[in-house]
């Protein structure tokens, strides 16, 4: 007689359709992944995949959805509708829950979540527990991964007698020591000072890409997911608004929240004044004078638009040497080090910031904005978000 499936036990997943990548690619794949809370869809119905060493950030302000999601994929939490898969097993659906444990993933945080009263070497040993390997040959593997993390010497410590920067380096090796499926982080530098997180960013990279490790990090800082991200999925209200390569979210958002959300200098309102050219770029007028926008063009001509302007897209000329640019005048100026960011204010009183300059312009002085029309994204003044 069969065995009834236990808890936790799992279920392969189905099998593809001739267009998606074969199943061996993909580490973790959600598909209608849905989690309510009463009245509140906190994800809503979620497709997603991750590709076998794919490092995929989703980025989200507060409230998204972005830890809900990650918590259903650990399994500590369970979806409302749905299912998970991680590599070719189903974990999680209607009627199957994986326990955590069983997963084979591992979870970092931005509360360490070390033991306190036990070595940072019996820290990382314990993630390979369940491995069952040899005493020794846990400690050699243990020790190797503190040594790539720097932080071998620091081995016999406990974790309060370490840095900030130290435990969350100890949490990572520990993470990553058991060689996880998806290593699963919840914005794992956001206790730290800047540039403690930019080291550690860099670390975190390096060591996911030498490990083949397939990650999953969620933030809400947008440097950090295009520093990090093979693939950046941003969260809106619970909903995947886009995934897509970092270059395409930055190049072409697909929506104003999108393109906000990932930094934009300001908004200017007009109307489209003409037909698309090859390039799929396309005259819009504005009070402040014509500009060319990229995007689909909303039809008819004369269709209101709003225009979002990322600051790498606008730039600084004198007025009096070139009259090409909307006329602005500068509110205000901050040193950055290789240039300066600049504060203007078009003729109809809209305001760009961070509009970058090599030369320091002064305070009200008369200048033109130049726009890179890559960069400047028209979408109906009528989108809803
Ligand atoms: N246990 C819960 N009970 C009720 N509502 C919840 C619960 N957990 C989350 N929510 C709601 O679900 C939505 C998504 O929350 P979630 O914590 O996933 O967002 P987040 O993107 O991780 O936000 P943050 O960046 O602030 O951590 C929010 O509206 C939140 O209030």
Redo the contacts with the bound molecule.
Sequence with gaps: MQARPTEAESRPAPATSPDSPPPSSSALQLTGLTRR??H?T?LDGIDLTVNAGQFMVLL??????????LKLVAGIDRASAGSIAIGTRIVADQRLHVAPERRGLAMVFQQYALWPQVSVLANVVYALDRLHLPRQESRRRALAMLDRVGLVRLANRRPPELSGGEQQRVALARALVARPAVLLCDEPLSNLDADLRERLRAEIATLARENDTTVVY?T?DQVEAFALADRIGV?QD?RLVQCDLPESVYHAPATPFVARFTGVAGELHGRVAGRPDSAGRFLVDTPNGPLAASGPAPEPLGSAVTVLVRPAAARLVPSVDDDSGLLSRVRDVAYRGHGYDHLVELADGTLLTGVFAEQRYQRSEEVRVRLDPSGSFAYRADASA
């Design positions: 809370f009463g509140v906190a989200g302000p507060s409230g998204s959805g972005k830890t809900t999601l969620i809400h969260l619970g």
